[in-house]
């Protein structure tokens, strides 16, 4: 996997490349990041990347010119490969695990961090294929967003994450929330480990974790229950549980 960046911050993504997962994966060579600035690309002595909108309002927008000049260096540099281009755009489509699966697929990405208010629209119509947001509040620009798009991707390519199960049976790719989990002591502040969790029962144990999956998804996401489309019989399972608890 190629990363290529766009982005007025480079140094934010020390977060990245400097520690966990990504940092380590970065080290092993699983992927390539490349960042390119638009400062890079202007001509004039205030190396000026952003401009008053017309029509008037508040905040700048990134001039055209200087992110046309660094997506034809990106492309020259690709050397005819191709490339999947992402503005992070708070007006993006949502980022979903479906999608991080996907781009994880890729051998490379073009991701395009806004400032300011944003880019101009005919930056969005040349160059990018798709704009991705990731929720529903507002951050300052679109590198954290970035960010959190690569790590999703980078934990999911082979060899990113020492061990193979994990990626695959992370809460999202199943579709319902993770189970709580606990560790030593067995009591703490007069809390205990569920006596199931104990007793070594391995088939009492995943019957627990499913049910507390479903119980906790219900409570917290029932979006995320009717987007999995349960079975008549997990219907009938959950209404069960449902009874047990209240
Ligand atoms: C007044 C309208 N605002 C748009 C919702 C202005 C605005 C807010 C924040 C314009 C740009 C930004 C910077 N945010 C991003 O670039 C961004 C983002 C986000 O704010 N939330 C969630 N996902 C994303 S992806 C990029």
Not at 88 to 100: C, D, I
Not at 147 to 160: C, N
Request: with cysteine; net charge negative.
């Amino acid at each position: 996997m190629r990363f290529d960046i766009i982005t007025l911050f480079e140094p934010m993504f020390a977060a990245l490349t400097e520690q966990g997962v990504s940092s380590r994966a970065l080290q092993k060579q699983l992927y390539k990041l490349n960042f390119w600035n638009p400062r890079d690309y202007t001509h004039d002595r205030h190396n000026t990347v952003d401009d008053r909108p017309y029509g008037g309002g508040p905040g700048m927008l990134m001039l055209y010119p200087p992110l046309k000049a660094a997506f034809e260096n990106i492309e020259q540099s690709l050397e005819g490969q191709p490339s999947h281009v992402i503005y992070l755009s708070p007006q993006g489509n949502p980022l979903t695990q479906q999608k991080v699966m996907e781009l994880a697929a890729k051998p490379q990405i073009t991701l395009l961090c806004g400032r300011y208010e944003g880019v101009d629209e005919r930056v969005i119509e040349r160059f990018v294929d798709e704009e991705i947001c990731v929720g529903d509040f507002v951050v300052s620009g679109g590198e954290l967003p970035a960010m959190m798009l690569m790590d999703a991707v980078i934990r999911l390519l082979p060899g990113a994450l020492g061990h193979h199960l994990s990626a695959q049976q992370d809460s999202f790719s199943q579709g319902l929330l993770d189970c709580p989990h606990y560790t030593r002591p067995e009591e703490i502040d007069g809390m205990r480990v569920p006596s199931v969790l104990l007793e070594g029962h391995h088939k009492k144990i995943d019957a627990w974790r499913e049910q507390q999956q479903w119980l906790r998804t219900y409570a917290r996401r029932p979006d995320l229950i009717e987007k999995l489309a349960p079975t008549s019989e997990q219907r009938r399972q959950l209404d069960a549980w449902l009874k047990l608890v209240d």
